[in-house]
């Protein structure tokens, strides 16, 4: 339901017996599920717009088993989707239903923490979250900050390449892997990166980091940890116009500064978390920054207070700064619950990723306010202002006919939108089948024909997460994406339909 | 000036040859890698900023464009490269410092040259122009060929733009001494990394460690009351960390094979032979005439890898990749490059 | 999540209860992370999204079987997910109606029924408790160790002071608690009576319905609450100005009567008023801090101040959505608490889950008393009875009601 049926791209016809024989011999019962009331539950992510029972779902408990998994379903030509903790946003662990789904659930010890290194060598199922929380007794922490941090997975948020509202200062995940163990298809180990800075060869884990588990399986983390900034405080300010707030961004960043994080929320998304979190935001204002200054507290002081100058000459029409740490978490609870919150006011939603250039934020609003009243759909809009990375939420109830429908298509009209601004159509939540088809708008038949190269070469016989991350020109035909796109057109020698 | 289209065409009609082109921008790394190959193929021609708004905080390039314009541009807004590239030469390109991959001594605390890559336009092997990546602060669509492209010595592909992550200049700079031997260096050095101090670089060299601090000037003055040592004045400094990022510091100005290791910041010292060590122990630079096995295993042994940098036998001097991993490599280059155009054995004697 | 209920269930009280609960969850699975058996086992079925999607099939005209049933009896009900749930999903409530549903399609081997009724009489009912425990002492030797472990030495009991003010309040004497810690109840008369309350309690009140309503006995359970509403409501009436609960698996149960009876037409209102007077210990004490902290500080003062882990019980954190009162009493009275990670895990306990689920209760009783006593306190504070006795059963370290801590302070 809801989008367009997802084609099958390859297509595979597994005998589920001979599968679940081979797979029981190398798993032990309890990392085995295939009758469909253990696997239904599986069937969706964090998307649950998309649905799809896979044939059985495996749960390894170490590296060995993966391997193992990995050489039957190869053999067997059996597909494989990986899954994290499943709180992807855009299907990327919707199941394949002539495939595996592969849990890396159990697999979640943190196995060494080196602090004077500053490294922690973690399992793949081991909890954003838990890595920074681990880590604070020494005073280090895990960087990225994904909303769903508390209980998304680091392997996951290597398949997506996750960010969080303070990567505009410490990176996205790929700045902050040194190295992974890496199962292939047809079930290699490699060590991709390495504990030094720099590793031989071409960067093959920049290319791993955010592949959506189309190249193969991370069965073991090393990240860098980063010093626990001695102090951070978080400035909220109000505007009165969209307009404003988007310009207090670029005057900021124009300033020199670079703020640990730079969020903003509109009128709608404001109104809708603070029912849950009261964090005190201000109800009437058109949009809110949240601007937060780390390091020590002599540099907060003298960032926060430049920081205040620039809103106030940005036109805020209120600033207030958190007074103490529990008040930072909550102006900020209120942004990282946001997505889920608005299931409080609506029964769904469907959540947006483009990444736009800063300049044209106003620009972009309001073609989304006008898409909004043309659908006749209400969306709140929260952003990552500071790197340019808009969420807006299409609200709608997935129980009255058509609704879904009229969501996808008003979220693929943002997307196109976000491509003519000149930005991407996901800047952290990845394709997946979600925006699949609008990668026909935004890359070129070479381009793509070039990313079937790779995964091919890492995976020859299309196997893992088929249908995910990059369409087929045959798909893009179908989809009817003949745009224009710079100057030519699109697909020349397709046949249309 | 030459454009993409007339490139295109050339790398076509050379595939169709079956001639190697051997890309090449200012040739400041000429000295580098296992062989040089081909017919040369220059990059200058293509030159000059597409797209800087300071406030986007990203500079779009063409791959030909000198490095020393670039930041000069970006000095103009008060931005910079924070990656810090080395200049090896008047002539270095930014398409160069991209495809190199070298990061000098602002790396161990900003990242390095492949993670403020945001986008790339490039001509395949089969002469087709394609662009990966954007102009946005964050892209996860499609896989991140982008970043893939630093550090590949063009051995995939034919860079013609970049877009890359541009920093604002630190608010205050400065450089502190301590007289200490190595160990005590690394040691002190990485339990100052795991504390909240503006550390932007560090290099131990010869009984004395310097270190770099960068950021607000409350912040760097803190830290220099914090952690004491000598403050080296501003001239001496930026001439310092400058000949050690150019590599023209008098420790690489001999003649004997220059080796670069890239291991675990904490790795005891290798005493291998005569040594500088950046990056906080990450980088060890070692000038000595040794055989490439005791290197690579000793690099191996600390995490990481060596790599014969200069003078020697260069093809020996690289540290050879896991089976698996390198049967990767051929089959990514195929991807790319088909008939082989491209920057063949440049980067390791089998691919 | 879309969901379409099928014909058996839809338009009843509890389809419709059920189906408002289901639309509000947006499969976020934020709930994972803090779900103690998700953190053990690792598997979707044993988290609270995997949970509702099981009980969401069955809702959905799908027939359960024992490994539904099974990942339902795993939950504990310690309701850390609704705490985490950003969407307001009562998993509680959902999971309640779906146990029963499930029991109803599954049933239980004989055996394992008559267990399931045992253990919901026994321990509902002092009268058969006392005795029991008597037998189990004098054949612990015999008992499975889990069970064995659980008996708790003899514990006195202690004066309670005779009624003597105007203002009172009504203490629920509970099915096992006056057993097994009579000091509890005793214990907090005599600091309410320090303040000017006096503590009563009620003839024919007894146990709150929690065993029997959990074990989905859900009908005795209820006849429990009404016996206990019949008992409380005239003193209520007559001036008692509220019901003190001192055990919060209670707590968390009496102020949910107006729920569980909300469909019950001659019960519903009376039900209400009940859970209405309701409160926990904290928040009566909480709001009598004008009168007691000044006790509290003449005692301190001068004294050094000694160390205490606290363990806040699932029924209070979660299920009541109390934080941070009964802690601030304990500073206010001389302690500092130690840190523990993970505060917001169960200990294992769950009312009877420790029996019926031994292996998966005993994995996170280790990771509690791990987490409470790794600064080495001095003793360990608590605020539910089962807590109490469970993680006394890990450790050697001793583990008391707050109010007992408390009440030592202030006698002392």
Same mark, same amino acid.
Not at chain 1, 85 to 100: C, D, F, K, M, R
Not at chain 2, 3 to 20: C, G, I, N, S, Y
Not at chain 2, 142 to 157: P, V
């Given at each position: 339901?809801?989008?367009?049926?997802?084609?099958?791209?390859?297509?595979?016809?597994?005998?589920?017996?001979?599968?679940?024989?081979?797979?029981?011999?190398?798993?032990?019962?309890?990392?085995?599920?295939?009758?469909?009331?253990?696997?239904?539950?599986?069937?969706?992510?964090?998307?649950?717009?998309?649905?799809?029972?896979?044939?059985?779902?495996?749960?390894?408990?170490?590296?060995?088993?993966?391997?193992?998994?990995?050489?039957?379903?190869?053999?067997?030509?059996?597909?494989?989707?990986?899954?994290?903790?499943?709180?992807?946003?855009?299907?990327?662990?919707?199941?394949?239903?002539?495939?595996?789904?592969?849990?890396?659930?159990?697999?979640?010890?943190?196995?060494?923490?080196d602090p004077v290194a500053r490294t922690a060598k973690v399992q793949p199922g081991v909890r954003n979250l838990a890595i920074s929380e681990a880590t604070a007794p020494h005073g280090l922490y895990y960087a990225p900050d994904p909303s769903s941090q508390i209980a998304c997975s680091i392997g996951g948020n290597i398949a997506e390449n996750s960010g969080g509202v303070?990567?505009?200062?410490?990176?996205?995940?790929?700045?902050?892997?040194?190295?992974?163990?890496?199962?292939?298809?047809?079930?290699?180990?490699?060590?991709?990166?390495?504990?030094?800075?720099?590793?031989?060869?071409?960067?093959?884990?920049?290319?791993?980091?955010?592949?959506?588990?189309?190249?193969?399986?991370?069965?073991?983390?090393?990240?860098?940890?980063?010093?626990?900034?001695?102090?951070?405080?978080?400035?909220?300010?109000?505007?009165?116009?969209?307009?404003?707030?988007?310009?207090?961004?670029?005057?900021?960043?124009?300033?020199?500064?670079?703020?640990?994080?730079?969020?903003?929320?509109?009128?709608?998304?404001?109104?809708?978390?603070?029912?849950?979190?009261?964090?005190?935001?201000?109800?009437?204002?058109?949009?809110?920054?949240?601007?937060?200054?780390?390091?020590?507290?002599?540099?907060?002081?003298?960032?926060?207070?430049?920081?205040?100058?620039?809103?106030?000459?940005?036109?805020?029409?209120?600033?207030?700064?958190?007074?103490?740490?529990?008040?930072?978490?909550?102006?900020?609870?209120?942004?990282?619950?946001?997505?889920?919150?608005?299931?409080?006011?609506?029964?769904?939603?469907?959540?947006?990723?483009?990444?736009?250039?800063?300049?044209?934020?106003?620009?972009?609003?309001?073609?989304?306010?006008?898409?909004?009243?043309?659908?006749?759909?209400?969306?709140?809009?929260?952003?990552?202002?500071?790197?340019?990375?808009?969420?807006?939420?299409?609200?709608?109830?997935?129980?009255?006919?058509?609704?879904?429908?009229?969501?996808?298509?008003?979220?693929?009209?943002?997307?196109?939108?976000?491509?003519?601004?000149?930005?991407?159509?996901?800047?952290?939540?990845?394709?997946?089948?979600?925006?699949?088809?609008?990668?026909?708008?935004?890359?070129?038949?070479?381009?793509?024909?070039?990313?079937?190269?790779?995964?091919?070469?890492?995976?020859?016989?299309?196997?893992?997460?088929?249908?995910?991350?990059?369409?087929?020109?045959?798909?893009?035909?179908?989809?009817?994406?003949?745009?224009?796109?710079?100057?030519?057109?699109?697909?020349?020698?397709?046949?249309?339909? | 000036?030459?454009?993409?289209?007339?490139?295109?065409?050339?790398?076509?009609?050379?595939?169709?040859?079956?001639?190697?082109?051997?890309?090449?921008?200012?040739?400041?790394?000429d000295f580098y890698g296992v062989a040089l190959e081909g017919d040369v193929f220059e990059t200058t021609g293509y030159s000059g900023v597409v797209d800087h708004d300071p406030s986007e905080l990203v500079l779009t390039v063409r791959a030909g464009t000198r490095l020393s314009e670039v930041e000069k541009t970006l000095a103009d807004a008060n931005q910079m490269l924070?990656?810090?590239?080395?200049?090896?030469?008047?002539?270095?390109?930014?398409?160069?410092?991209?495809?190199?991959?070298?990061?000098?001594?602002?790396?161990?605390?900003?990242?390095?040259?492949?993670?403020?890559?945001?986008?790339?336009?490039?001509?395949?092997?089969?002469?087709?122009?394609?662009?990966?990546?954007?102009?946005?602060?964050?892209?996860?669509?499609?896989?991140?060929?982008?970043?893939?492209?630093?550090?590949?010595?063009?051995?995939?592909?034919?860079?013609?733009?970049?877009?890359?992550?541009?920093?604002?200049?630190?608010?205050?700079?400065?450089?502190?001494?301590?007289?200490?031997?190595?160990?005590?260096?690394?040691?002190?050095?990485?339990?100052?990394?795991?504390?909240?101090?503006?550390?932007?670089?560090?290099?131990?060299?010869?009984?004395?460690?310097?270190?770099?601090?960068?950021?607000?000037?409350?912040?760097?003055?803190?830290?220099?009351?914090?952690?004491?040592?000598?403050?080296?004045?501003?001239?001496?400094?930026?001439?310092?960390?400058?000949?050690?990022?150019?590599?023209?510091?008098?420790?690489?100005?001999?003649?004997?094979?220059?080796?670069?290791?890239?291991?675990?910041?904490?790795?005891?010292?290798?005493?291998?032979?005569?040594?500088?060590?950046?990056?906080?122990?990450?980088?060890?630079?070692?000038?000595?005439?040794?055989?490439?096995?005791?290197?690579?295993?000793?690099?191996?042994?600390?995490?990481?890898?060596?790599?014969?940098?200069?003078?020697?036998?260069?093809?020996?001097?690289?540290?050879?990749?896991?089976?698996?991993?390198?049967?990767?490599?051929?089959?990514?280059?195929?991807?790319?490059?088909?008939?082989?155009?491209?920057?063949?054995?440049?980067?390791?004697?089998?691919? | 999540?879309?969901?379409?209920?099928?014909?058996?269930?839809?338009?009843?009280?509890?389809?419709?209860?059920?189906?408002?609960?289901?639309?509000?969850?947006?499969?976020?699975?934020?709930?994972?992370?803090?779900?103690?058996?998700?953190?053990?086992?690792?598997?979707?079925?044993?988290?609270?999204?995997?949970?509702?999607?099981?009980?969401?099939q069955v809702l959905e005209g799908t027939k359960a079987t024992e490994k539904t049933q099974l990942h339902l009896d795993r939950c504990l009900t310690c309701r850390s997910c609704e705490t985490t749930c950003p969407s307001g999903v009562q998993y509680g409530r959902l999971v309640d109606i779906g146990r029963k549903i499930v029991e109803e399609q599954v049933g239980r081997?004989?055996?394992?029924?008559?267990?399931?009724?045992?253990?919901?009489?026994?321990?509902?009912?002092?009268?058969?408790?006392?005795?029991?425990?008597?037998?189990?002492?004098?054949?612990?030797?015999?008992?499975?160790?889990?069970?064995?472990?659980?008996?708790?030495?003899?514990?006195?009991?202690?004066?309670?002071?005779?009624?003597?003010?105007?203002?009172?309040?009504?203490?629920?004497?509970?099915?096992?608690?006056?057993?097994?810690?009579?000091? #509890?109840?005793? *214990?907090? !008369?005599? =600091?309410?009576?320090?303040? /000017?309350?006096?503590?009563?309690?009620? +003839?024919? @009140?007894?146990?709150?319905?929690?065993?029997?309503?959990?074990?989905?006995?859900?009908?005795?359970?209820?006849?429990?609450?009404?016996?206990?509403?019949?008992?409380?409501?005239?003193?209520? #009436?007559?001036? *008692?100005? !509220?019901? =003190?609960?001192?055990?919060? /698996?209670?707590?968390?149960?009496?102020? +949910?009567? @107006?729920?569980?009876?909300?469909?019950?037409?001659?019960?519903?209102?009376?039900?209400?008023?009940?859970?209405?007077?309701?409160?926990?210990?904290?928040?009566?004490?909480?709001?009598?801090?004008?009168?007691?902290?000044?006790?509290?500080?003449?005692?301190?003062? /001068?004294?050094?101040?000694?160390?205490?882990?606290?363990?806040?019980?699932?029924?209070?954190?979660?299920?009541?959505?109390?934080?941070?009162?009964?802690?601030?009493?304990?500073?206010?009275?001389?302690?500092?608490?130690?840190?523990?990670?993970?505060?917001?895990?169960?200990?294992?306990?769950?009312?009877?889950?420790?029996?019926?689920?031994?292996?998966?209760?005993?994995?996170?009783?280790?990771?509690?008393?791990?987490?409470?006593?790794?600064?080495?306190?001095?003793?360990?504070?608590?605020?539910?009875?089962?807590?109490?006795?469970?993680?006394?059963?890990?450790?050697?370290?001793?583990?008391?009601?707050?109010?007992?801590?408390?009440?030592?302070?202030?006698?002392?």
């Open positions: 339901m809801g989008k367009p049926e997802v084609l099958p791209d390859p297509q595979f016809q597994v005998d589920r017996h001979e599968l679940v024989r081979r797979l029981a011999a190398v798993l032990p019962a309890t990392s085995l599920l295939y009758s469909t009331e253990d696997t239904k539950p599986y069937e969706c992510d964090g998307l649950s717009a998309f649905r799809k029972v896979p044939l059985a779902v495996v749960l390894p408990e170490n590296e060995a088993q993966v391997q193992a998994v990995m050489r039957v379903c190869h053999e067997l030509k059996v597909p494989v989707v990986a899954r994290g903790a499943g709180t992807g946003l855009s299907g990327g662990a919707l199941p394949h239903e002539q495939g595996v789904t592969l849990g890396l659930s159990k697999m979640k010890s943190i196995l060494d923490i303070h990567c505009l200062k410490y990176g996205l995940t790929v700045h902050n892997v040194l190295k992974v163990r890496f199962v292939t298809i047809e079930g290699e180990v490699m060590e991709l990166g390495s504990e030094g800075l720099d590793s031989a060869g071409l960067d093959l884990l920049a290319l791993v980091i955010g592949s959506e588990g189309l190249l193969g399986v991370v069965t073991e983390v090393t990240v860098k940890l980063l010093p626990k900034p001695q102090l951070a405080r978080v400035v909220l300010a109000a505007f009165d116009s969209l307009e404003k707030a988007g310009q207090a961004v670029a005057n900021i960043i124009g300033a020199g500064i670079i703020p640990a994080g730079l969020e903003m929320m509109d009128k709608l998304a404001t109104q809708a978390v603070e029912q849950f979190v009261h964090a005190g935001y201000p109800l009437d204002a058109e949009a809110i920054l949240l601007c937060e200054s780390d390091g020590t507290p002599e540099e907060v002081a003298a960032e926060i207070e430049r920081m205040e100058a620039v809103m106030r000459a940005s036109g805020a029409t209120q600033i207030r700064l958190s007074k103490d740490e529990a008040e930072r978490l909550r102006f900020w609870s209120g942004r990282k619950a946001a997505f889920p919150a608005v299931g409080r006011i609506m029964p769904d939603y469907y959540c947006m990723d483009g990444t736009i250039p800063k300049r044209k934020l106003a620009e972009v609003l309001e073609g989304i306010d006008r898409l909004s009243k043309e659908f006749g759909l209400r969306c709140p809009n929260v952003f990552h202002a500071g790197d340019g990375n808009l969420h807006p939420l299409i609200m709608f109830d997935a129980n009255v006919p058509g609704q879904s429908d009229l969501a996808a298509k008003f979220g693929s009209r943002i997307l196109t939108l976000c491509i003519e601004a000149g930005g991407t159509i996901t800047g952290e939540h990845g394709v997946g089948v979600e925006k699949i088809n609008e990668m026909c708008v935004q890359f070129r038949p070479d381009e793509l024909e070039t990313f079937r190269a790779v995964k091919t070469a890492f995976d020859a016989h299309g196997l893992l997460n088929p249908g995910k991350a990059v369409p087929t020109l045959n798909r893009c035909a179908e989809f009817g994406m003949m745009h224009v796109h710079r100057g030519e057109e699109r697909f020349p020698d397709l046949p249309r339909f | 000036m030459a454009d993409v289209e007339h490139w295109a065409e050339a790398v076509r009609a050379a595939a169709a040859a079956k001639r190697t082109l051997r890309i090449r921008g200012g040739g400041t790394k924070a990656f810090e590239p080395p200049r090896l030469g008047d002539n270095a390109t930014i398409g160069g410092a991209v495809v190199s991959g070298f990061s000098g001594p602002r790396r161990v605390a900003a990242g390095s040259a492949r993670d403020f890559v945001l986008g790339v336009r490039v001509i395949d092997g089969q002469g087709r122009d394609l662009s990966f990546g954007g102009r946005v602060m964050k892209n996860v669509a499609g896989y991140d060929l982008s970043r893939l492209m630093a550090g590949s010595f063009g051995t995939l592909s034919l860079l013609t733009e970049v877009s890359l992550k541009v920093l604002p200049r630190p608010e205050a700079e400065s450089t502190l001494a301590f007289p200490m031997l190595e160990s005590e260096a690394l040691d002190r050095i990485n339990r100052w990394a795991a504390q909240p101090l503006p550390l932007s670089a560090s290099c131990h060299f010869d009984g004395k460690l310097w270190v770099r601090l960068s950021g607000a000037t409350a912040a760097v003055e803190t830290a220099e009351v914090r952690m004491g040592g000598e403050v080296i004045g501003k001239e001496e400094a930026d001439a310092f960390w400058t000949s050690v990022r150019d590599l023209r510091h008098e420790f690489f100005t001999g003649s004997t094979p220059l080796w670069r290791l890239s291991v675990r910041s904490t790795a005891a010292p290798l005493s291998l032979g005569p040594q500088m060590a950046e990056w906080h122990g990450a980088l060890r630079w070692i000038a000595a005439d040794l055989p490439a096995d005791k290197v690579h295993a000793a690099a191996a042994a600390a995490g990481g890898h060596a790599t014969l940098y200069r003078g020697g036998a260069k093809a020996a001097g690289i540290q050879r990749l896991a089976p698996p991993v390198l049967a990767l490599h051929k089959r990514l280059k195929q991807a790319f490059d088909p008939a082989g155009v491209f920057g063949v054995h440049r980067i390791h004697p089998e691919f | 999540m879309e969901t379409h209920l099928a014909d058996f269930i839809k338009g009843t009280a509890e389809g419709d209860e059920a189906e408002s609960i289901l639309r509000r969850c947006v499969h976020c699975g934020f709930c994972t992370a803090t779900c103690p058996t998700y953190q053990l086992l690792g598997d979707e079925l044993d988290g609270p999204r995997g949970r509702i999607y099981l009980i969401k081997p004989f055996a394992k029924s008559v267990e399931r009724k045992a253990m919901a009489t026994v321990f509902s009912s002092p009268s058969l408790f006392r005795p029991a425990l008597s037998a189990g002492r004098a054949m612990s030797g015999l008992l499975p160790e889990a069970l064995r472990k659980k008996i708790p030495a003899v514990s006195a009991g202690s004066a309670w002071p005779a009624p003597r003010h105007k203002r009172r309040m009504i203490v629920l004497d509970g099915c096992v608690q006056p057993t097994l810690a009579p000091n #509890i109840n005793a *214990a907090t !008369a005599r =600091v309410l009576d320090r303040i /000017g309350i006096s503590l009563v309690r009620a +003839e024919n @009140a007894g146990c709150c319905g929690a065993v029997a309503f959990h074990l989905n006995y859900q009908e005795d359970g209820r006849a429990h609450m009404r016996r206990n509403i019949e008992a409380w409501e005239k003193m209520l #009436i007559d001036g *008692a100005e !509220a019901v =003190v609960m001192t055990a919060s /698996g209670c707590g968390s149960t009496v102020k +949910e009567y @107006a729920h569980h009876l909300a469909h019950d037409q001659a019960w519903a209102v009376r039900a209400q008023r009940v859970s209405d007077a309701t409160l926990d210990l904290s928040e009566i004490l909480a709001g009598e801090t004008a009168a007691l902290v000044p006790l509290l500080e003449a005692k301190v003062q /001068g004294k050094p101040r000694r160390r205490l882990a606290y363990h806040s019980p699932c029924s209070l954190q979660h299920g009541q959505q109390i934080r941070g009162k009964a802690e601030a009493l304990l500073v206010a009275a001389g302690f500092d608490l130690t840190p523990v990670p993970d505060g917001h895990l169960c200990c294992g306990s769950a009312g009877t889950y420790s029996l019926l689920q031994p292996e998966l209760s005993q994995q996170l009783l280790a990771n509690k008393v791990k987490a409470l006593t790794g600064s080495s306190p001095e003793g360990i504070a608590t605020a539910n009875i089962g807590c109490l006795t469970h993680i006394q059963s890990g450790t050697a370290v001793r583990v008391r009601h707050w109010v007992e801590w408390l009440d030592d302070e202030l006698g002392a």
